[in-house]
């Protein structure tokens, strides 16, 4: 699965859009790009994934580069409860023999302050 | 739906003891995973399993073993803990059928002293 990089930090102003980078430089053209995010102690919480095309859901938007080497993950109107850290990961989505693993890189820490 | 569920919650050994953690889904998923995360690092992967009865290795499965006896159960085995495998025990689900989402457990955290 293709390297991902991510700031290790952001803040954001409650109730402002809060505007996540990610640079997947070496994705491959059968690798999505999913975001899940892990709030304090909790565990991990899936949020969206996409492979070219820009996905929406009631959580986030998520938006990729034409050629693919990088994402932003959009968080509206951001609230204190997305303090969170957010994964960016890069995995390949087959049927047949896949296991469907995550690899998880350190993330980034976003803090919304009021 | 509980969905899935880790048990204990918390937990202190003392180096050499063993112990098994359980993680038990109700979603009848196929897939299922055992993370460590240690602080400030991102989740790593220690065994898996695609179907009941099966297992394979993951990225650190050294000093683990796990079983997989019951499709809604998978569990982790420490047989002699050390203090390195201190951290915190993440266990998911996720369904072939609909593989793009991984359900998490609310985690185990283990101290080795």
Same mark, same amino acid.
């Given at each position: ?76 109107h ?37 | 739906?509980? $969905?899935?569920?880790? +048990?204990? !919650?918390?937990? @202190? ?7 098994? &953690? ?5 979603m009848?998923?196929?897939?299922m ?17 695609? $179907?009941?009865?099966? +297992?394979? !290795?993951?990225? @650190? ?7 997989? &006896? ?6 982790l ?37």
């Amino acid at each position: 699965d293709a390297k991902t990089t991510q700031p290790p930090s952001m803040d954001c102003a409650e109730g402002r859009a809060a505007n996540l980078p990610c640079n997947h430089s070496t994705i491959s053209g059968n690798e999505y790009v999913y975001w899940y995010r892990q709030i304090h102690s909790q565990g991990p919480q899936y949020i969206i994934h996409g492979l070219k095309n820009n996905e929406t859901n009631e959580m986030a938007s998520l938006i990729i580069t034409e050629d693919r080497k990088s994402s932003t993950l959009i968080l509206p109107h951001a609230t204190l409860r997305d303090t969170a850290v957010y994964y960016c990961i890069v995995r390949v989505l087959t049927s047949g023999g896949s296991n469907y693993k995550l690899t998880f890189g350190k993330g980034t820490l976003l803090t919304v302050n009021p | 739906n509980a $969905g899935v569920t880790q +048990t204990p !919650k918390f937990r @202190v050994l003392k180096t050499g003891q063993s112990m098994t &953690l359980l993680c038990a889904q109700d979603m009848n998923h196929e897939y299922m995973y055992w993370y460590r995360q240690d602080p400030g690092m991102g989740l790593r992967l220690i065994h898996y399993s695609v $179907g009941e009865g099966t +297992t394979a !290795k993951g990225e @650190v499965p050294d000093g683990y073993n796990v079983s997989r &006896l019951k499709k809604q159960n998978f569990l982790l085995g420490l047989e002699s803990a050390a203090p390195s495998q201190t951290s915190v025990y993440f266990c998911a689900s996720l369904d072939r059928g609909s593989p793009n989402e991984q359900y998490f457990g609310p985690g185990t955290r283990l101290t080795v002293t």
